[in-house]
């Protein structure tokens, strides 16, 4: 079984979220409840691992204000052990986060702080073991993508597996998806979404997505929203499994808790059709929710 220890780098941020019951109509007044919450898709999955039974740690920069305390207590809340850099100058990032009502959301994000996460920012201890999860967000560039260099070196030279979220269709079309293969090559796990696959790949086909990303990594899970999910790692047909029932509430933070559920089965030894399984299931729990982390 593998060191069932996960250390996640990446984002971690202040949500603003409002959710609308119907379609939202831009250019007039729109009433709901607008309620605040911990976000940031590597935080969102160190929660979900902790939530799952994993160990987790996770690396990230806030700003030293009112914002990243909260944070940082949130962290603690959901069990994961944070440690964050504090940044004397910039504010701690920010999401407005709007859900129609299918659920579907729009995110305005302010990085702040986290944009400014370094190499000085890794505890270099915390690289002894276990398994490295890399938010895509990382590698957008300036000392975060230094950073993302950085820490996948240390995780190689300490002998822990890798998985790298994408995160983001932006993000890949701005840096380049040939960047992206290159700088993530050989991490043991890549799980981008559908349109990321396809930024990443120029194919729309799921079957010759993964043939294509199986050149730049060992295995691949392939997140299909509502279609469920396929996983392949050139050993035989590619493992598909349904997305788990479940009402669309908000789909914000649904790919990082389909990570975190992967991993959780797949760190205790659980075959690929189990962790995709046990990755819809966790999935479903947060599409089923408002909000991106698990509930009380």
Do not use: Q
Not at 123 to 143: A, C, M, N, V
């Amino acid at each position: 079984m593998a060191d069932p220890r996960v250390l996640v780098i990446g984002d971690l941020l202040y949500d603003l979220l409002a959710k609308a019951d119907g379609e939202v109509v831009l250019g007039t007044d729109t009433f709901v409840p607008i309620r605040v919450a911990a976000g940031g898709s590597g935080a969102n999955a160190a929660a979900w691992l902790a939530s799952s039974g994993v160990e987790t740690r996770f690396v990230g920069r806030v700003g030293d204000d009112v914002f990243g305390e909260f944070l940082n207590g949130e962290m603690e809340r959901a069990g994961v052990e944070a440690h964050l850099a504090h940044d004397p100058s910039l504010r701690t990032g920010k999401v407005f986060v709007l859900v129609d009502g299918a659920g579907e959301r729009t995110m305005i994000t302010d990085r702040g702080a986290g944009e400014a996460l370094g190499p000085n920012d890794l505890p270099e201890d915390l690289f002894g073991g276990g398994h490295l999860h890399l938010s895509g967000y990382t590698f957008s560039g300036g000392s975060r993508r230094e950073a993302a260099a950085k820490a996948l070196r240390l995780a190689r030279d300490a002998g822990m597996t890798v998985s790298v979220d994408p995160s983001s269709v932006p993000l890949l079309g701005s840096i380049g998806p040939e960047r992206f293969l290159g700088w993530t090559r050989g991490a043991d796990l890549l799980f981008p979404n559908l349109a990321e696959g396809e930024t990443l790949t120029g194919e729309r086909d799921p079957d010759l997505i993964l043939e294509k990303l199986l050149s730049h990594y060992p295995a691949v899970a392939l997140k299909l929203g509502p279609e469920g999910a396929v996983y392949a790692d050139g050993t035989g047909n590619p493992l598909r499994v349904p997305a788990a029932s479940a009402r669309a509430e908000d789909t914000t933070g649904a790919g990082d808790a389909f990570c975190a559920g992967f991993l959780a089965a797949w760190l205790d030894g659980g075959s690929p059709e189990e962790a995709l399984r046990r990755g819809a299931g966790v999935a479903a729990r947060a599409v089923g929710r408002v909000g991106a982390r698990p509930g009380d």
